[in-house]
């Protein structure tokens, strides 16, 4: 086979893996009574899929950072953690993200499910855009030093997703923690 041949057929497993744990995640969720987050993470599967098709990548536009910090804050870490690590690598592999900072994105994510757990002290809006914000130091300084030619693309994508997050952690944020935790 050739490289090309064999770059597809094993995103093409990659993509088959993915679904089938999304969907496995989605089955444990449900048969808990986690309908509103597994109603979310099918959102986030859509909204993935979106994006890789009609490559949006530009906007800005994931539900990975509010779920795993939803998923932590009232779930614990374990959760956050999970839903973190799944969540993002869907992401990426589905809407057509490929790189090194694969190997800082991933744990970022795990880290932050892992923190909104242990510091359920401060309001979700907070929490979350704190969380974000640290998240988007670290892929700056990491793409400032692995791929200092990725950084433009970068900053407009930053910029659209502070925005559309800040939206989510404040405005639908408290919303659904209260249903999660009621």
Do not use: C
Request: no cysteine; proline share 3%; glycine share 10%.
């Amino acid at each position: 086979m050739n490289g090309d041949a064999y770059d597809f057929l094993s995103v093409i497993g990659i993509k088959r893996l993915l679904i089938i744990i999304g969907i496995i995640l989605l089955a444990a969720m449900l048969a808990t009574k986690l309908f509103v987050i597994s109603l979310l993470v099918i959102l986030s599967f859509a909204i993935s899929f979106m994006i890789g098709k009609f490559q949006l990548r530009i906007l800005g536009i994931e539900l990975v950072t509010f779920l795993t910090v939803i998923a932590g804050y009232v779930y614990g870490p374990t959760a956050g953690i999970i839903i973190g690590l799944v969540l993002i690598t869907f992401h990426l592999v589905i809407s057509g993200y490929f790189g090194v900072y694969y190997a800082w994105v991933i744990p970022e994510y795990a880290a932050a499910g892992y923190l909104a757990s242990q510091w359920t002290s401060q309001p979700i809006g907070m929490l979350g855009m704190t969380i974000l914000i640290l998240l988007i130091a670290v892929n700056i300084f990491l793409t400032m030093i692995f791929t200092k030619q990725e950084l433009g693309s970068y900053i407009p994508y930053t910029i659209m997703q502070v925005m559309f997050n800040a939206f989510i952690f404040f405005v639908v944020g408290p919303s659904v923690v209260g249903i999660l935790q009621g």
